[in-house]
């Protein structure tokens, strides 16, 4: 089991910048891959990137590659998203999941944190 803590959302200027960090608890997290994902309202849930237990598979949505750059910490079991250049179409929830092995499917995660919420202004 593993429990998944996400923080560091906030409201934000277009150009700004944040960085999101996911902590876990529970064993064995380094074991596991973890993918961000965000959902504005009105629609689905969408995948933004993805990285491996060992971190040598780094996966980006087209919309937030160049812009995004995830990594983990495994002695800490937290994974961070740094956000740059912002824009109004990023404002969602952003959630954390884990998963053994990388995925860019929402129905393949077995585990979510509750989600912050990012919100860029124009």
């Known amino acids: 089991q593993v429990q998944l803590v996400e923080s560091g959302g906030g409201l934000v200027q277009a150009g700004g910048s944040l960085r999101l960090s996911c902590v876990a608890s529970g064993r064995a997290f380094g074991a596991y891959a973890v993918g961000w994902f965000r959902q504005a309202p009105g629609k689905e849930r969408e995948f933004v990137s993805s990285i491996s237990w060992s971190a040598a598979l780094i996966d980006y949505a087209y919309s937030v590659k160049d812009r995004f750059t995830v990594t983990r910490d495994n002695a800490k079991n937290t994974v961070f998203l740094q956000m740059k250049d912002l824009r109004p179409e990023d404002t969602a929830i952003y959630y954390c999941?884990?998963?053994?092995?990388?995925?860019?499917?929402?129905?393949?995660?077995?585990?979510w944190g509750q989600g912050t919420q990012v919100t860029v202004s124009s």
């Open positions: 999941a884990a998963r053994f092995g990388p995925s860019r499917e929402v129905s393949e995660y077995s585990y």
